[in-house]
């Protein structure tokens, strides 16, 4: 059997099917892998921001909780000032009892403005670790997928070559 041109064709088109699917099995990977490590990078700058933004929410809470601590000492005092210029005695049982009555009113509503920023802090520190799981688990993606991508592309050469010497082979070749 002898090497004519119609044969020679045929087996350099084999060969170049080869090295096509090849690029293709490899190009395809590569999308993918890049596809995950897009959206791992997208949620890692989630999670940032979701961080950023708690921090920010503590930081307003520690400031609104201030004001309102001041507000209510604020009003303490003028009661105390008011009862004063009525002639009533300060140190009274009942006074104290009501001085102390709106300084308990104050923390309570100071700490309920904390608690409030903290939810919201809460939340968004729930929010950044869901999106730094994700962040993660898309890196882990991308890994895996170009590790599938190298063996399809293994395997897609080891085929080609398989194939191209086969009909190497069948055309009488060494």
């Not at 989630?46 to 000492?73: F, K, M, S, Y």
């Not at 729930?126 to 395997?155: C, H, I, M, P």
Request: proline content about 0%; charged content about 15%.
């Amino acid at each position: 059997m002898g090497l004519d041109l119609g044969s020679l064709t045929g087996l350099a088109l084999n060969g170049a099917n080869g090295a096509s699917q090849i690029f293709s099995t490899s190009s395809s990977a590569d999308e993918q892998s890049g596809l995950y490590r897009y959206q791992a990078q997208l949620a890692a700058n989630d999670a940032a921001i979701a961080n950023q933004n708690a921090a920010e929410a503590e930081a307003a809470g520690r400031a609104a909780e201030q004001r309102t601590r001041l507000r209510g000492n604020q009003s303490l005092g003028q009661q105390r000032a008011q009862a004063g210029a009525s002639g009533f005695d300060l140190g009274s049982d009942t006074l104290a009892d009501d001085f102390a009555g709106t300084a308990m009113e104050s923390e309570v509503d100071a700490l309920d403005v904390r608690n409030s920023f903290q939810r919201q802090a809460n939340a968004y520190y729930r929010q950044a670790a869901a999106a730094g799981n994700l962040a993660t688990l898309d890196g882990e993606l991308a890994d895996g997928a170009a590790a599938r991508g190298n063996r399809s592309t293994g395997r897609s050469l080891l085929s080609s070559v398989g194939s191209v010497a086969g009909s190497w082979y069948g055309l009488g070749g060494l």
